[in-house]
Structures are given as structure tokens and as C-alpha cells.
């Protein structure tokens, strides 16, 4: 993985074979981001493991075979789950499967753009209604 920043935009590009939300965690821990936003995603990802909340808890999919990421989008907490990620990807039937991002893996690659709040403070706390730790804005 190769990432670099100006003022509070971070570009990244995911290698063949690096597990995406991990390489997105260690981003945030080298600069020090703790609110932000990932404004978009480009490549490819396998492996694939993504969710749909039906009310009470999600449910899980997992598209092993490669696909091209149309959609990857979502935002970044002080607290956990520090990534709210969903995403898009066409498949070789050109088929389009998405969800909640829970895990996947570069390939061949994937470029990330993050930007680092500086002032808006995101956190996540638990709605006893909802039953998700929802977004809070401080």
C-alpha cells in the first residue's frame, strides 16, 4: 500500500493481495485521522464480505469472485466501528451486488480517497430503537 497527503486529502492505492479495511485502519492510524470521510473508491476487490441490515442485525454475503467496484463510500468515527463503508461491484455478468462493507481484498488494486475532518468530531453511539451505533455529530 501507497498513500500520501495535501492539507486534509489522502490518496491511497491498495496492492494486489491487501486486505482493504486493514489497509484503511492503518491510513487513519499513520495520519492520525479520527473523523473523516472516504469520499470514493476505484479497482477491483475479492473476497468479498458484505451486509444488509434487515432491522435487527445484518445479513451476510460473500462474493469470492472478483469485482469491479462501481460504488465506495461511507465515513469515519472517533470510536467503534470507526468505518461505516458501503459498496457497489459489478460482477463479469455485469450484475451489480452491494452492501455494507464488512471485509475484502485488493485485485489487483484499489485507490481510496479519505478526507480528514478537522473540526466536525464523528462518533458513533448505540440507538436502543435502531439497534446500530449511529453517527453523532459533535
Do not use: C
Amino acid at each position: 500500500m501507497i498513500s500520501d497527503i495535501e492539507k486534509n486529502y489522502i490518496v491511497v492505492k491498495i496492492e494486489k493481495g491487501e486486505d482493504v479495511g486493514e489497509s484503511i485502519t492503518k491510513v487513519l492510524d499513520d495520519y492520525g485521522i479520527f473523523s473523516g470521510l472516504v469520499e470514493f473508491g476505484i479497482g477491483m476487490i475479492r473476497g468479498l464480505e458484505i451486509g444488509y441490515w434487515n432491522g435487527k442485525e445484518y445479513e451476510k454475503a460473500q462474493l469470492q469472485s472478483p469485482g469491479e467496484v462501481v460504488s465506495f463510500h461511507g465515513s469515519i468515527s472517533s470510536n467503534e466501528p470507526r468505518l461505516h463503508i458501503h459498496v457497489s461491484v459489478a460482477l463479469s455478468d455485469h450484475s451489480v451486488n452491494g452492501g455494507h462493507f464488512f471485509s475484502g481484498t485488493a485485485d489487483p488494486l484499489m485507490e481510496v480517497h479519505i478526507l480528514k475532518l478537522e473540526e466536525i468530531v464523528l462518533k458513533r453511539a448505540l440507538n436502543k430503537k435502531t439497534g446500530l451505533k449511529e453517527l453523532m455529530i459533535e
